[in-house]
């Protein structure tokens, strides 16, 4: 196996940013300006957010803080880039994953909810590929600018490679190891999912859930967690094997409650598409182990909101 060489924190690195939405932005902005490192973003091209960058040229931030980056259109595959963070949604991912993999870069970072990232390990190689879980909250307005809540409640981000927690930290953006960071995405899943879709329902019918309808929700996680064990896997962390293990109500008066607090579901509302993605994963690994799809999982698509019944 190729040994790469792990940078410092104080090092200038040459960093791509694939997806420069709310998460990507704020990541750029902040390893641009803070880390001092020469950071290039690449956006879709014809997208309203390519347009924005190309005319800023920088991340600017809503008081007008700027950080200057490169702005491409489409990655570029000769350039050895020190990481490249890929801060796509999952359902996004298949389209960058050729270029991705003939790409020189030294790391590929996945930061987004997955059920299955296996494929992406398979895409890169396993030698540079890792993962990581963003944990911040942004926003973009109409005009392109970034207004970002970083470390709130002394919430971090998640990586599986020490050298980039370190770099992270170094910009600015609070991080922590997660040394099976692949298990905890894929236990992780589940709840992602029962809060998204609570979300786009508080959200379209502008009211918090009703009980039934997070028993259900709290119901599909359950059901979640018990094709994770079938597929051989442990539930993970510990905090996750607990709830595993309590009543569907508590989880059910969790989603309750949160349904209420609009700040959550505002920020969790825009994910139908990878909410959707998701539970699809989730029915193809059910297929894959010759077991019956789950109702309970089917359940919890955001388009099942009109119709729920516990």
Same mark, same amino acid.
């Given at each position: ?16 940013v ?6 990507g932005?704020t ?11 020469? @950071? *290039?973003?690449? =956006? ?5 957010? !390519?347009?924005? $960058?190309? +005319?800023?040229? /920088? ?24 990481l490249?963070? @890929? *801060?796509?949604? =999952? ?5 960058? !994953?050729?270029? $991705?993999? +003939?790409?020189? /870069?030294k ?37 392109g ?6 470390? /709130? ?40 999912v029962?809060f ?47 709830l ?15 349904s209420?607090?609009?700040g ?21 690994a ?16 955001p ?8």
């Amino acid at each position: 196996m190729t040994q790469i060489s792990a940078p410092t924190p104080s090092s200038q690195l040459r960093i791509a940013v694939i997806g420069p939405g709310q998460i990507g932005s704020t990541f750029a902005s902040r390893l641009a300006r803070n880390g001092g490192h020469e @950071v *290039t973003v690449v =956006a879709r091209p014809g997208s309203p957010r !390519l347009a924005q $960058l190309q +005319r800023d040229v /920088a991340i600017v931030d809503c008081d007008g803080t700027r950080a200057e980056v490169r702005v491409l259109d489409q990655l570029d595959e000769e350039t050895a880039y020190d990481l490249v963070l @890929v *801060t796509l949604l =999952a359902h996004q991912v298949d389209a960058v !994953l050729p270029a $991705l993999s +003939r790409s020189a /870069a030294k790391c590929i970072q996945f930061m987004f909810n997955t059920f299955d990232p296996t494929p992406l390990e398979g895409a890169g190689g396993a030698a540079r590929c890792t993962f990581g879980m963003p944990i911040v909250q942004a926003q973009l307005d109409t005009d392109g600018k970034l207004k970002a809540t970083i470390g /709130a409640g002394g919430q971090k981000t998640l990586m599986g490679r020490r050298q980039w927690v370190a770099v992270f930290n170094a910009a600015g953006l609070p991080a922590a190891l997660e040394p099976d960071m692949p298990l905890w995405l894929r236990c992780h899943a589940p709840l992602c999912v029962a809060f998204e879709s609570v979300s786009i329902g508080a959200v379209e019918r502008g009211s918090g859930a009703s009980w039934s309808e997070a028993v259900i929700l709290s119901r599909g996680v359950h059901a979640s967690f018990d094709l994770i064990k079938t597929m051989g896997y442990p539930i993970y962390p510990r905090s996750k094997t607990w709830l595993d293990r309590s009543p569907v109500a508590a989880l059910a008066g969790t989603l309750w409650f949160l349904s209420r607090v609009r700040g959550f579901r505002e920020l969790l509302a825009t994910g139908r598409a990878e909410c959707e993605a998701i539970i699809d994963a989730m029915v193809r690994a059910a297929r894959l182990q010759q077991r019956p799809i789950d109702d309970r999982i089917e359940a919890m698509r955001p388009a099942n909101h009109g119709t729920r019944r516990a």
